[in-house]
């Protein structure tokens, strides 16, 4: 029998008054993915989460997760933990009293043990009998993981959960999702950073005034999405300018880093094998050779500037119907 879909959602639409903050949303989620939500601001992403948490309820459209049918009533399903607008925290309590407190309210048997685990996987064990009250915002986003995992979610939904993480905050918080996924659990989260969504995630949705406009793996949308800015630096940056001008395909792009030996060249990957092959031919060596930008930002950027209106990530019922 096939695994049902982490999340299974049809025909999802959900307003505010007039905004219509999601229109039609289909998407599936495979169970042991890593999925990524991405979308400008506005554009209905912790709309979206809201609703797999149980947090609110869609106006329209079917809702599975794990497997079972969302009612219409606020109900977090089974099996789902995670959090949408920042952990919900007692700022007066210590961070291991916070995660005994929330246990205790959800009414599961919680350890010592487990409490401490859960902080180790966060990085937290030095600062678990501070008051969270002093927390950084990433120390909170890194307790309301830790929270989370002592519900041992097989979906665990997180909007923004990089917000204020420094470098070890990130490690561990990556850790942490990838040993997840790796385990058979879901991950569903939100960014703005496509560094992040890129190291983390097998899949991504992409989503514009409240309608998706990609979802699929992220080696889909980088082939998709045709021409990048590539950055390349050569051992000749003059012979590297000629056969690049020479290689049909390619454009070359800003000029500006001429003094350092940097040359941006604009193309599809198959005439940018071409030049490499043709630099090598020549002798010209090529010392660095990347994106200008990332090719999820680029079809991001590319996808959601055609979707998106200028003032709002929301449309208004008037104009949309
Ligand atoms: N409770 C609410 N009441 C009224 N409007 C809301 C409410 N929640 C969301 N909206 C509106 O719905 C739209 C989608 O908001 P949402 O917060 O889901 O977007 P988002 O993609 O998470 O944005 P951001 O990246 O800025 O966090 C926005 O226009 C927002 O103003």
Do not use: W
């Amino acid at each position: 029998m096939d695994t049902p879909a982490a999340v299974r959602a049809r025909g999802i639409s959900k307003s505010f008054g007039e905004v219509i903050a999601l229109d039609e949303i289909d998407l599936d989620i495979a169970q042991g993915q890593i999925h990524g939500v991405a979308g400008p601001n506005g554009a209905g992403k912790t709309t979206l989460l809201g609703l797999f948490l149980g947090l609110a309820v869609a106006d329209e459209g079917r809702l599975e997760i794990l497997g079972s049918p969302v009612g219409r009533t606020l109900d977090a399903p089974g099996g789902v933990a995670g959090f949408v607008d920042g952990p919900g925290l007692y700022p007066s309590l210590t961070a291991r009293k916070n995660l005994a407190a929330l246990a205790a309210l959800r009414g599961g048997d919680t350890h010592t043990a487990d409490l401490d685990d859960a902080l180790a996987q966060v990085g937290l064990t030095d600062v678990a009998d501070d008051r969270v009250r002093g927390f950084s915002l990433g120390m909170r986003q890194r307790l309301g993981l830790a929270a989370a995992l002592l519900t041992k979610p097989r979906l665990l939904v997180l909007d923004e959960p990089a917000n204020g993480l420094d470098p070890s905050g990130k490690k561990h918080v990556h850790g942490v999702l990838t040993r997840l996924a790796a385990e058979g659990a879901t991950v569903v989260l939100s960014s703005h950073r496509m560094d992040d969504l890129e190291a983390l995630c097998s899949e991504v949705t992409i989503i514009a005034t409240g309608r998706v406009v990609f979802t699929g793996p992220l080696g889909k949308l980088s082939s998709e999405h045709q021409e990048l800015d590539y950055r390349l630096v050569t051992s000749d940056r003059e012979a590297a300018r000629k056969l690049a001008t020479e290689t049909p395909g390619i454009r070359l792009g800003d000029e500006s880093g001429k003094d350092s030996g940097v040359l941006v060249v604009r193309t599809l990957v198959p005439a940018l094998d071409e030049l490499v092959v043709r630099l090598v031919r020549d002798g010209v060596a090529i010392r660095e050779l990347a994106p200008v930008v990332s090719p999820l930002e680029a079809a991001f950027l590319a996808l959601t500037e055609t979707e998106a209106e200028p003032e709002s990530g929301a449309r208004q019922q008037e104009s949309a119907r």
